[in-house]
């Protein structure tokens, strides 16, 4: 009893003193555990008394949940306000900053793009559940620069993915995360019916077998990004029904972009070579994509991922699914598949 009230104090203290620091550092538009950090090897920049460059970059490492302010989403960076422009837009990310890291991966920094137009925009287009959100951690730690998203969801973007909160045709992410009509979000609807047109047809499709897929998409239904949902959500009639529904929409998702758009716009990812070779696939798409490989990051991940918020595995071993299930599955990648020859001739490793 007295140990969880002493502990209690200890941990209002420490909420205090952070709100303390963040406060005294001027902390602007940063909420919650904000606050600055430099590398320790790298040198302060020379001060310029009196210019805008007088401020001190924002620097974050993992675990500071700095996200970009509320007032600032939906706007186009280029009608931010100076201030918000100059602190947000050279803020950089390092990925490989705590625990026991060597210095060469350390310093090396996640920033935004700043001379591209929004021509460029980018789906990376997934079925919820398939490894979207690390599949950007790890582009965006070798790539060295932010993706974006049509969600704008807080918890991502305090995870380190700062890109999140930018309006998804900001110009300044690389690629930019969407479910497409896989998803129903009131505020998106109209969007995401139209999305294919809305990126121009301009997508990496990101593939996971739909079994593993559909079970994600469970877990962050009922769970949230790291939770789980209970054993006895995955049986009984509206597990059925549930994925029956899920294998339709993977189908439609992706043959939607595959049957309206040419193939010169369209990337192809599969989760699970990301798994089997990362350095590998990492290359492949970020050449794909036009983004200069820097071995020393490819190191870097292999030797300490990328930081990603991972949920944990359970249920492994269960059988989840019944034949007739099974068979559906089958016959929809089949679907998809004939449509990815065609246009790519790229067929999925999911063996019958
Ligand atoms: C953007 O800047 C980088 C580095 O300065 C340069 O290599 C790249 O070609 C530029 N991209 C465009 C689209 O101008
Ligand atoms: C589903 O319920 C049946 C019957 O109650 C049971 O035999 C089976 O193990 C359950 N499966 C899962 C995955 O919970
Ligand atoms: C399609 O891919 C196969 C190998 O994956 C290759 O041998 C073949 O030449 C390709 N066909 C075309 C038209 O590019």
């Not at 602190?87 to 950089?92: E, H, I």
Request: hydrophobic share 40%; proline share 5%.
């Amino acid at each position: 009893m007295a140990m969880r009230r002493l502990r209690h104090l200890c941990v209002s203290m420490a909420a205090l003193l952070l709100g303390l620091t963040w406060y005294l550092s001027g902390g602007r538009g940063v909420p919650g555990l904000a606050t600055t950090w430099r590398p320790s090897l790298s040198p302060p920049p020379p001060p310029e008394a009196g210019s805008s460059n007088s401020r001190r970059r924002l620097e974050i490492k993992p675990g500071f949940q700095v996200v970009i302010p509320r007032r600032l989403r939906g706007v186009l960076p280029r009608d931010w306000p100076r201030k918000d422009r100059e602190t947000w837009l050279n803020a950089v990310y390092y990925p490989w900053a705590v625990g026991r890291v060597n210095d060469a991966c350390r310093l090396l920094g996640i920033r935004f793009l700043t001379n591209v137009t929004s021509s460029q925009t980018r789906a990376l287009v997934s079925f919820p559940g398939s490894g979207n959100t690390w599949v950007r951690a790890t582009l965006e730690a070798v790539g060295g620069v932010f993706t974006g998203s049509v969600y704008q969801d807080g918890f991502l973007a305090a995870s380190g993915l700062l890109g999140e909160m930018l309006r998804f045709d900001s110009g300044l992410t690389v690629l930019q995360k969407t479910h497409g009509d896989a998803t129903k979000s009131p505020a998106l609807n109209e969007f995401s019916r139209h999305h294919v047109r809305e990126f121009g047809c301009r997508g990496v499709l990101l593939f996971r077998h739909p079994a593993a897929a559909i079970v994600a998409h469970r877990h962050l239904d009922e769970g949230g990004h790291l939770g789980h949902a209970p054993l006895a959500a995955f049986n009984g009639t509206e597990w059925r029904q549930y994925v029956a529904g899920k294998i339709a929409v993977w189908r439609d998702l992706y043959s939607h972009w595959l049957r309206e758009c040419e193939p010169s716009g369209l990337r192809i990812a599969v989760y699970e070579r990301f798994r089997a070779d990362l350095g590998g696939a990492v290359r492949r798409l970020l050449a794909d994509l036009g983004v200069p490989v820097d071995e020393n990051r490819i190191q870097c991940l292999l030797k300490y991922g990328s930081g990603s918020v991972e949920r944990r595995k359970l249920y492994q071993g269960v059988e989840l699914f019944d034949e007739d299930q099974r068979e559906q599955m089958a016959r929809v990648v089949d679907t998809v598949n004939k449509l990815l020859l065609a246009k790519k001739n790229f067929s999925l490793p999911y063996l019958r």
